[in-house]
């Protein structure tokens, strides 16, 4: 493991980050004072980031257990997405994306729970069933669609899942309950 590498990383993080390296030792922040500690399990996870760090490492160490994040899990995401620390807009100065116009989103999505219970199921889950016979209520096929992700995904006990956007929560609660996965939200 070179800690040069991981050195310059970190110090592209902002200033209250801590990394937890395989072998006890602590680099940037001290943990207790962190706002996110990214705690890594391998050397072989730390030499990956350290070598071509991107988002997709970051997710990939993350989902396979190789990275333990304490603290405020999304503020670590933004972070490096923020800097050029994962690969992420801001890379080498460039302008960040604008924001979504929040009129916009606002009109689509601040509604209340009860007028998207006037279209989606119980769970109020945001995709597209999956009928499996014309007779199948929408609560059934919701279930159906669930089920057929967790399957794709293989999903087995203690497997880790992270559901990014994914409406009020109806996959975390079927992969965690059903398939016994850890999920974060």
Known sequence: MDLAQVSRLLEALPANFAVGLPDGQWLGTAEAAAVVSVVFR??????????????????????????????DFLAAVTAAYATDALGGPGAAGEALPRPPDEDAIGFHYDRSSAFFALFLDARLTYTCAYYRAPDVSLDEAQAAKLDLVCRKLRLAPGERLLDVGCGWGALTARAAERYGAQVSA
């Open 42 to 71: 391998n050397e072989q996870a730390v030499a990956r980031l350290a070598e071509a760090p991107s988002l997709l490492r970051f997710a990939e160490a993350f989902v396979g257990g190789e990275i333990d994040v304490r603290g």
